[in-house]
C-alpha cells in the first residue's frame, strides 16, 4: 500500500498542490485502484520509507487529476463551520493538565466568549452531546486524541444559545487508566494551605466508556493578622482591655478627669491596672484600637468531598445510552471579627471612679460569634439517549435531576442585658474592666438562611439534513425542552423569619437552518468559495414570566480554503434565574467599604441574596469575525472577531459604590444621623441599558521539532492514528457540504481516519517519536465601549472612563493574554501571562482612584518520570508517575489603588485585592494503564 500510495501521490502531486480548487472526480470508467498492501512493498530496514522506483512508475496508471477527500476526522463536529483551532494529543501534552476540568481552565483564553455571561463553553464528545460536563471532568488528558474549539455559532446545531463556544473533546477508541493524584499548594507569604487527593477509573472500548472520580480537597484559612493590612476600627472604640466614654459618645466622661488631664476628656482607653482616677489619668491617650486581625479571615476555610461516576453503553449500534451521579458535600467557615459589647458603668459602681455615668466599651473574645458558616450538598443524577435515524439524522434525548441544599449560619454577637442587669445591682462580681467571660453574656439568635433547589431537565434535540440543495444538504436542528424548577428559602434576620417559594415550569423550543449557498466541492458558484446561511429561532415559556423569544441569523463565508469569515446577528430575551430572584437575603456585617461621601474606609453591613423584583431582560449581539491560515504547512492560525452587546433591563450584581451610583439608587443605601454609611443593598438590580463593543484579535502557533527517532522495522501504525494521505479541501477547517453518517460508533473502531492536509487546525503534522513540540498563543481585547444606564434621566456610566462595577475599578480598555509551552521527552513547561490595562474610578464630589496597570503570569513545569528510562529501572514505581509545580502569580504582582489625595483606601489594599498573592503548588500524579 505505501508503494501504491507514494507513486500516486507523485501522479497527484501538480494538480493537488496548483489547483486553487478542485477537479472534478475521475469518470466512472477509471475507478481510483483500492489501496492493498503487497507483500513485496513492505518496509526494509535500511529504508523505512521505500521510495517509487522507474519499474513502479511505468507500471502505475496515470489517474489524471484526483481529489482525495477520504472522510473527516473520526469525532467531528457535524458542521459547515470550521475549529478556529485543533489541538493534538501531543499539544495537549504540552499543557501538563492532570484532568479535562484543569485542560479547560488552561484553555480559557481561546474557549472565552464575548457574547454571554462569559460561562464555560458547550462541551462535546466524539462530536457529540453529553450528559453533563460533571461526566467528563475528571477524565485524564491522556484519554484525549484531539481537542476542537468552534465558535459560539456552532452551539445552534447542538440546540444551544450562541453565547457559549463549543469545545469538542475527541476521546481515543480504546483506553483504559487508574489515576490518583495529591497535591498541596500555599502561599509564599505563608498562612495558607491547600491539600487535595483524586483519584479516576476509566475504560474506553470503543462505544462502550465507564468512569468513577473521587476528590477531597481542605484549605486552611488566612486571617488578616498573616497579611500587611491596616483597618479602620471604626467609630466605636471596642477593645478586648476598652475604653470609655461619656453619654452619649462624644460628651465629656467626667470634669475631675479633665482637670487631671488638662484637657476636656470625652473617650479615654481603660488601664491596665488599677481603676482609680488618677489611673485613669496615668493611662489617658487616644482610645485603644484591638486589632482584630487574627479574629478576622481573608480567604475561608474550606473542605469539599465528592464521588461521582458515569456509564455508556452502545444498545445497538446506533444507539447509545449514558447514565451518570454525582453526590457532593461543600463547607465553608469564615469569621468577621470579635463580638463587641458597650455596658453602662454606674456612677456609684464599686468599680467606677468617675461622679456619672459611663459607657464601656469591650470586645468578648469569641470569634465564633460572629463567624459564618455555610454547608452545601449537591446531588445529580442524569441519562443521555443518543441515536440515528436512517443516514442523515440524529437524535439525542437528555433528562436530569439536580437538588441543591444549603445551610448558612451567621453569628450576630452578644446581649449585653444580663451582664448590665448586674452592673446596675452594684454586684461586686461583675467588674466591667476585668476578664470578661462569654458565659455572662446572652448569646443573640444566629441568622439561618436555609434553600433547597431543585431542578428536573429534559429536553429532545433532532438534527440531520431536512433536504438537498446543489450546494449540500439543509443543516436542521430542532430541539424541545420541559423543565421545572423550585427553590424554597427560609431566612431568619435578627428573629424576624420569612419564607419564599418560587417555581417555574419552562417549555422551550430551538430550531436551526442552515441553507448552503455555494461549494467549491460540488462546483456550485466556486467563485465564491463556500458560502452557507444559517437562521434560527426559538422561545420560551415561562410559568412565571411568560414568553420569551430567540432569533438569530448567521453568515458564514470562505472565498478560499484558508480565509473564512463568520457573521451573525442574535436578539434574544432572557429571564432572571430562579436563584437571582429568590435566594435567601443574608447580612454580612463588618465588610470594609470605601465611602466617596465622607472619603473614608467604613465597616457596614452587606445584604445579599435573591431580588423577586428583576424584569426579563432584552440582548441583542452583533459579531463579525475572520480567520486566517496562511501557512499551508505550518499550524498557524491568526483571527479577529468584533463583538457589540446592547442590552436592555440587563441583570447585573450591584456595581461598586460611588456617589453617582449612590444618587442613582439611594434605597439601597442607609446611613445614620452622622451620615455615616451602616450598609448596602448589594442584591442584583435591571440597568435600564448596558452596551459593550470589542474586538478581540490573536493568533495561534504549534511546531514539531527535533529529528524523529526512526520506527523499528515492520513497525505497525498505532490503532486510532491518523493515515495522512495527501491534500484537498473542505478538510477540519475547510467548507462545502460534509458526508453523513460518519463516525456512529462515537468510540471509533481500531483503525484510523484518512486525514486531509492543509484544511484547518492541527496542521503541520503530528510530533513524531523523538520530536518535541512548541506552541504560542496571544489574544489582544480593545474595548471600543463599555457602558451602563441605571435608569432613564440619570447620567451614563462610562466604565473605560471613570465608572466601575467590580472593587477592580472599571473596565480596562486593552487587555492581552499570552500562553506559550514546550514539550519533550516526557517534560515540559508551560506559561500563561495576562496584563490589563489601569482604570479609574471617578469619585465625584469625593477623590478619584486610580488602579494601576497589572501582569500576572502562572508557571507549570512537570515531568513524566515514567518517561525517564533510566530512573524507572532503577524505581520501577516510577512508571506512569508525573511530578508538577506550579507557581500562580509568578511575580507576585498586585493592582496598586491611589486616590487622587495621594493616599490608598483601606479596603484597596493590596492585600484586600489580592490575598493570596504568589502561591507554589506541587503534585505527584500516577496513572496506571
Not at 118 to 142: A, C, D, H, K, M
Not at 263 to 282: M, Q, W
Not at 500 to 525: C, H, M, W, Y
Amino acid at each position: 500500500m505505501l508503494l501504491v500510495t507514494t507513486a500516486l501521490s507523485g501522479l497527484m502531486a501538480g494538480a493537488i498542490q496548483t489547483a486553487p480548487t478542485p477537479a472534478a472526480p475521475p469518470s466512472p470508467q477509471q475507478p481510483p485502484a483500492r489501496q492493498t498492501p503487497e507483500p513485496e512493498a513492505a518496509p526494509q530496514e535500511e529504508d523505512p520509507v521505500p521510495r517509487a522506483t522507474a519499474e513502479d512508475a511505468r507500471g502505475a496508471t496515470d489517474l489524471g487529476t484526483v481529489n482525495v477527500t477520504g472522510q473527516r476526522p473520526r469525532g467531528s463536529v457535524d458542521s459547515d463551520i470550521p475549529p478556529d483551532l485543533t489541538l493534538s494529543a501531543e499539544e495537549i501534552q504540552a499543557y501538563g493538565a492532570s484532568s479535562i476540568a484543569e485542560l479547560l481552565t488552561y484553555l480559557e483564553p481561546v474557549t472565552r466568549s464575548s457574547r454571554g455571561s462569559g460561562g464555560q463553553p458547550v462541551t462535546l464528545v466524539n462530536g457529540r452531546r453529553i450528559s453533563g460536563f460533571r461526566e467528563i471532568q475528571s477524565l485524564p488528558p491522556e484519554a484525549i486524541e484531539r481537542v476542537d474549539i468552534l465558535p459560539e455559532e456552532v452551539a445552534l446545531e447542538y440546540g444551544y444559545r450562541a453565547d457559549q463556544r463549543v469545545v469538542n473533546f475527541v476521546l481515543k477508541a480504546n483506553f483504559r487508566s487508574i489515576t490518583t493524584q495529591v497535591e498541596g499548594r500555599t502561599p509564599t507569604e505563608g498562612g495558607r494551605t491547600v491539600t487535595g487527593l483524586d483519584a479516576n477509573v476509566l475504560r474506553i472500548s470503543g462505544g462502550q466508556r465507564w468512569s468513577m472520580e473521587l476528590e477531597y480537597d481542605r484549605a486552611t484559612p488566612l486571617f488578616e493578622s498573616e497579611r500587611d493590612l491596616v483597618r479602620d476600627p471604626g467609630s466605636a472604640p471596642f477593645d478586648l482591655t476598652g475604653n470609655i466614654s461619656g453619654i452619649p459618645f462624644g460628651a465629656e466622661i467626667d470634669p475631675a478627669l479633665s482637670g487631671q488631664v488638662g484637657e476636656t476628656a470625652t473617650v479615654a482607653p481603660v488601664p491596665t491596672t488599677g481603676f482609680t482616677l488618677s489611673d485613669f489619668a496615668a493611662a489617658y491617650g487616644d482610645p485603644r484600637t484591638g486589632d482584630l486581625g487574627a479574629y478576622r479571615t481573608l480567604m475561608s476555610a474550606t473542605e469539599s468531598a465528592s464521588v461521582g461516576g458515569s456509564i455508556k453503553h452502545d444498545l445497538n449500534g446506533t444507539t447509545q445510552i449514558t447514565l451518570r451521579g454525582s453526590l457532593q458535600d461543600d463547607s465553608n467557615r469564615s469569621f468577621n471579627g470579635l463580638p463587641g459589647v458597650v455596658l453602662t458603668l454606674p456612677d456609684g459602681n464599686p468599680f467606677s471612679p468617675f461622679a456619672d455615668d459611663v459607657l464601656v466599651y469591650r470586645y468578648l473574645d469569641d470569634a465564633a460569634a460572629l463567624g459564618r458558616q455555610t454547608d452545601t450538598l449537591t446531588g445529580e443524577a442524569g441519562v443521555l439517549l443518543d441515536g440515528y435515524l436512517g443516514e442523515d439524522w440524529r437524535w439525542s434525548f437528555n433528562g436530569a435531576f439536580t437538588r441543591v441544599e444549603t445551610d448558612t449560619i451567621t453569628g450576630r454577637g452578644y446581649n449585653a442585658a444580663p451582664f448590665q442587669a448586674r452592673l446596675d445591682a452594684g454586684d461586686a462580681a461583675a467588674d466591667p474592666f476585668g476578664l470578661l467571660a462569654p458565659a455572662d453574656f446572652t448569646r443573640t439568635a444566629n441568622d439561618t438562611a436555609r434553600s433547597v433547589s431543585q431542578r428536573l431537565d429534559t429536553e429532545l434535540v433532532l438534527n440531520g439534513d431536512l433536504w438537498e440543495l446543489p450546494a449540500g444538504g439543509v443543516s436542521t436542528t430542532f430541539k424541545v425542552g420541559a423543565d421545572s424548577l423550585s427553590l424554597d428559602s427560609t431566612s431568619t434576620r435578627g428573629g424576624v423569619t420569612t419564607e419564599r417559594k418560587q417555581s417555574r415550569d419552562r417549555i422551550s423550543g430551538l430550531t436551526n437552518v442552515t441553507f448552503p449557498i455555494a461549494s467549491r466541492r460540488s462546483e456550485v458558484l466556486p467563485l465564491l468559495g463556500d458560502l452557507s446561511v444559517g437562521i434560527n429561532a426559538g422561545f420560551e415559556d415561562l410559568s412565571d414570566f411568560g414568553g420569551l423569544s430567540i432569533f438569530g441569523a448567521t453568515l458564514n463565508w470562505s472565498p478560499i480554503e484558508k480565509l473564512s469569515f463568520l457573521a451573525s446577528y442574535t436578539e434574544e430575551e432572557g429571564s432572571p434565574s430562579i436563584s437571582q430572584l429568590n435566594n435567601p437575603v443574608i447580612d454580612t456585617p463588618n465588610v470594609p467599604m470605601f465611602d466617596f461621601r465622607t472619603n473614608e474606609t467604613v465597616q457596614v453591613t452587606r445584604i445579599d441574596g435573591g431580588n423577586p423584583d428583576l424584569d426579563a431582560e432584552n440582548r441583542r449581539v452583533w459579531k463579525a469575525g475572520v480567520t486566517l491560515r496562511p501557512l499551508t504547512d505550518e499550524d498557524l492560525t491568526i483571527s479577529s472577531t468584533w463583538t457589540r452587546n446592547a442590552t436592555d433591563d440587563a441583570i447585573n450584581s450591584f456595581p461598586t459604590i460611588t456617589s453617582e451610583l449612590e444618587a442613582a439608587l439611594p434605597g439601597r443605601f442607609t446611613r445614620d444621623p452622622a451620615g455615616n454609611l451602616v450598609s448596602i443593598d448589594a442584591r442584583p438590580l435591571n440597568f435600564a441599558r448596558a452596551e459593550r463593543e470589542d474586538i478581540r484579535t490573536g493568533f495561534n502557533f504549534s511546531k514539531a521539532f527535533g529529528t524523529p527517532t526512526a520506527p523499528a522495522p515492520g513497525a505497525q501504525p498505532r490503532p486510532g492514528m491518523p493515515m495522512i494521505i495527501g491534500g484537498g479541501p473542505g478538510g477540519p477547517g475547510g467548507g462545502g457540504d460534509r458526508p453523513r453518517g460518519e463516525g456512529r460508533d462515537g468510540g471509533g473502531g481500531g483503525g484510523g481516519p484518512v486525514v486531509r492536509m492543509g484544511g484547518g487546525g492541527g496542521r503541520g503534522g503530528g510530533m513524531q517519536p523523538g520530536q518535541g513540540r512548541f506552541m504560542v498563543s496571544i489574544y489582544h481585547t480593545w474595548r471600543l465601549q463599555d457602558e451602563i444606564l441605571i435608569a432613564d434621566g440619570l447620567p451614563i456610566l462610562d466604565l473605560l472612563d471613570g465608572a466601575a462595577t467590580s472593587s477592580r475599578g472599571g473596565s480596562p480598555r486593552h487587555e492581552i493574554q499570552a500562553q506559550t509551552g514546550v514539550f519533550k521527552n516526557g517534560m515540559g513547561a508551560f506559561l500563561n501571562a495576562n496584563w490589563r490595562d489601569g482604570t479609574r474610578i471617578d469619585g465625584g464630589a469625593g477623590p478619584d482612584l486610580n488602579f494601576s496597570d497589572q501582569t500576572t503570569v502562572n508557571l507549570n513545569v512537570f515531568v513524566d518520570l515514567g518517561a525517564q528510562a533510566r530512573w524507572v529501572e532503577k524505581y520501577p514505581w516510577l512508571k506512569g508517575a508525573r511530578l508538577q509545580v506550579g507557581v500562580r502569580n509568578l511575580f507576585d504582582t498586585r493592582t496598586e489603588v491611589t486616590s487622587s489625595a495621594g493616599d490608598t483606601p483601606l479596603n484597596y489594599q493590596p492585600d484586600y485585592l489580592d490575598p493570596e498573592g504568589r502561591s507554589i503548588g506541587i503534585s505527584l500524579r500516577k496513572i496506571l494503564f
